[in-house]
């Protein structure tokens, strides 16, 4: 205690009933209180402070053994928060790639390979387009090359010949020229044999006229002839007779020609045949093609002109032109 201070006045304070007592004698306590008289007033002498209200007890620490050690707390000091720092950019790095192949003179360069395809409709980005157009393209050749093969094959099995043709006889029944005008009349048969030498190829004819022609020129009127079928490997004959209509214009120089050879008795004719003729092989079939064969003979005549009988020597017999 300091010099000149005065000693301390002790007041009673009211005894503090327990929790456990009941709510009457809280209220009566704290009617006491109330009516109380109040504490001095600050800065007088009888003044006290307040008694402050006592801590709670704790529960006693262990004591420090050598073997236990509790972790030393350490109290942490606020500090102050840095401002963030910038982000670093970094540059776009660049991609890996595949260590290149040493290149040696004396090997080949390394082949250059696709990269793989994906599954699926990406397909058609990589050149699906491109090989299905080259798949179409081999098909077709492919297709192509056996047609053509095959009838390649086909033509050379029923390949169809030409069929020859053979005057084997000549009559001439008469031949009459007259000068004003230049006409001639004749009547005249040649026979003919046709060979047809193919195999598996048999010939139709249709439309076939027939006329006899001197120097180029006809000397009789045609004649059409029936149809006719000739078979494979087979020989026909025909000897139709020619002329014996009207009379027939020619130039006068075909006129003299004519009358000349007949005087000397040695006359050049031709027979002419035209039509149409389609081949058949099996089940194949042609379509209508031109025929044109021509057949020269020399034919002799008597002394005079007079022939009753009409037959007349073939003097010469060449082989038939067959156009077909």
């Not at 504490?39 to 004591?63: D, E």
């Not at 000549?170 to 020229?177: E, F, G, P, Q, W």
């Not at 020609?257 to 008795?265: H, K, Q, R, S, T």
């Amino acid at each position: 205690m300091y010099q000149g201070e005065e000693p301390p006045h002790h007041h009673h304070l009211p005894k503090m009933n327990d929790d456990d007592d009941d709510d009457d004698n809280d209220h009566h306590d704290q009617g006491r209180f109330d009516h109380q008289t109040p504490y001095p007033p600050p800065g007088s002498q009888a003044y006290q402070p307040p008694a402050t209200p006592q801590q709670p007890l704790q529960p006693p620490k262990p004591l420090f053994s050598p073997g236990s050690r509790q972790p030393s707390k350490k109290r942490s000091t606020p500090t102050a928060t840095p401002p963030p720092a910038p982000p670093i950019v970094l540059p776009p790095q660049q991609p890996l790639q595949p260590p290149q192949p040493i290149f040696v003179p004396n090997s080949p360069p390394p082949k250059a390979h696709p990269p793989p395809r994906p599954h699926g409709d990406d397909n058609r980005y990589y050149g699906d387009g491109d090989d299905r157009r080259r798949q179409l393209f081999a098909v077709i050749t492919t297709l192509l090359l056996l047609i053509g093969l095959t009838a390649l094959i086909l033509w050379l099995l029923y390949r169809p010949s030409k069929p020859h043709f053979t005057a084997i006889s000549a009559a001439v029944y008469s031949l009459n020229t007259t000068s004003t005008p230049p006409y001639v009349a004749a009547l005249i048969q040649l026979t003919i044999l046709s060979r047809n030498s193919n195999k598996r190829t048999s010939l139709y004819y249709d439309r076939l006229a027939v006329a006899v022609h001197y120097h180029n020129h006809p000397i009789t009127p045609p004649i059409s002839l029936s149809p006719l079928h000739h078979r494979k490997r087979s020989t026909i004959m025909m000897s139709p007779v020619i002329g014996g209509g009207p009379a027939v214009a020619v130039p006068p120089e075909v006129l003299q020609g004519l009358a000349a050879d007949e005087a000397y008795g040695v006359v050049g004719l031709s027979w002419v045949l035209v039509g149409r003729v389609k081949y058949k092989a099996g089940w194949f079939r042609s379509g209508h093609n031109r025929v044109y064969v021509r057949c020269d003979v020399m034919v002799g005549f008597k002394s005079g002109g007079a022939n009753p009988t009409g037959q007349v020597p073939l003097l010469g017999n060449p082989p038939c032109f067959v156009d077909m």
